[in-house]
């Protein structure tokens, strides 16, 4: 089959957008698939978000795949006789986050107008799909709170699993991602100053914000938590990173309203570690069942230096949450078996 992955992209931004799509690829050509990867570059600006969408809209594929798979809006809108919608999340400033302190849009009757006009057009280009599937449940619920659309959850996988491996449960939690003020780095640090055991704190990722960095090597700092908390801030590759939660003791992942479980959370899990994360982390307790793959608490950063401070004082419970999770991959389906029958059935 010849197959067309279409996507938007923030230039020069890696993340989970594009790594749907970037593992996917070479999966399907390993199927026996023709594949190709189409990209088209999306500016956050919200005023233009028409203009964007229109680019997509025009693009004429029927002749070049038999089938197209789209991932990060506005994709979904492209017109295709055999159009599959893996939709990872809604443009969210006019979703959920529409009433929120993440959403800078003034509330005026031309904002109003303009939501509604997008929800139409979001909607009426899923229901050309021939199937839509979302990334985690939570998107599957705002697809039909939002669209009234019905969606099938299909989980995404890691590239290479087989990358992952354990060592040892030492001494440090890892929190390996981007670095956001979303994904909430500035909580665990808050949290590393009320810990009462020697456990560390090991932060790696790149930021694109250099204030938000600023701000944490100024917490660090005020907190005096230099000899327990280290600052990586860098692109980590995959070798590097299942180097560090091989001998991590555990993960944390509290970004704040995930639309997903977030693959930091599956890449500990092939690792065999657990992860710590929050209620209010949106799709990571998808994943994470409180005391029995994982810890959940509170998004407070006494109840988080309390968890840390569970695991290092019982590193068998440790151990068990950590092969709990790994038992949880194979639960969920997550494996590019599944994905690879779902999409080309």
Request: aromatic content about 10%; some cysteine.
């Amino acid at each position: 089959m010849k197959i067309g992955l279409v996507s938007s992209a923030m230039p020069l931004v890696q993340g989970g957008g594009r790594f749907i799509a970037d593992w996917l690829a070479p999966k399907l050509v390993e199927a026996g698939h023709q594949v190709e990867t189409i990209w088209i570059p999306q500016i956050d600006d919200p005023a233009s978000l028409f203009q964007q969408m229109l680019a997509f809209r025009l693009m004429d594929l029927n002749d070049s795949f038999d089938r197209v798979i789209t991932f990060r809006p506005p994709a979904h809108v492209i017109q295709h006789h055999t159009k599959i919608v893996w939709f990872i999340h809604h443009i969210r400033q006019f979703y959920d986050l529409w009433d929120t302190d993440y959403n800078p849009l003034p509330r005026t009757a031309y904002w109003d107008a303009y939501r509604s006009n997008l929800a139409a057009a979001d909607t009426k280009a899923l229901g050309e799909a021939r199937k839509v599937f979302t990334n985690s449940g939570i998107v599957q619920g705002r697809l039909k709170t939002f669209n009234g659309v019905d969606a099938e959850v299909l989980y995404p996988p890691v590239l290479a699993p087989e990358r992952f491996f354990s060592e040892v449960w030492g001494g440090e939690i890892a929190f390996i991602c981007r670095v956001e003020h979303h994904k909430r780095q500035h909580l665990a640090i808050e949290a590393m100053k009320h810990t009462k055991t020697p456990v560390r704190l090991r932060i790696a990722g790149r930021s694109s914000s250099a204030e938000y960095a600023d701000s944490l090597r100024r917490l660090i700092a005020l907190h005096d938590l230099e000899d327990r908390v280290t600052l990586d801030l860098r692109w980590i590759s995959e070798g590097e990173k299942a180097s560090l939660l091989s001998t991590a003791l555990a993960a944390i992942y509290i970004p704040l309203d995930e639309d997903s479980y977030g693959y930091p959370t599956i890449e500990a899990a092939l690792a065999r570690k657990t992860t710590v994360t929050v209620s209010d982390s949106g799709g990571v307790p998808e994943f994470i069942t409180d005391g029995v793959s994982g810890l959940i608490t509170e998004a407070d950063p006494v109840a988080l230096a309390e968890a840390f401070d569970r695991l290092w004082a019982n590193r068998a419970l440790a151990q068990e949450l950590g092969h709990n999770a790994h038992q949880r991959l194979a639960e969920l389906n997550i494996h590019w078996e599944h994905v690879i029958e779902r999409l080309t059935s």
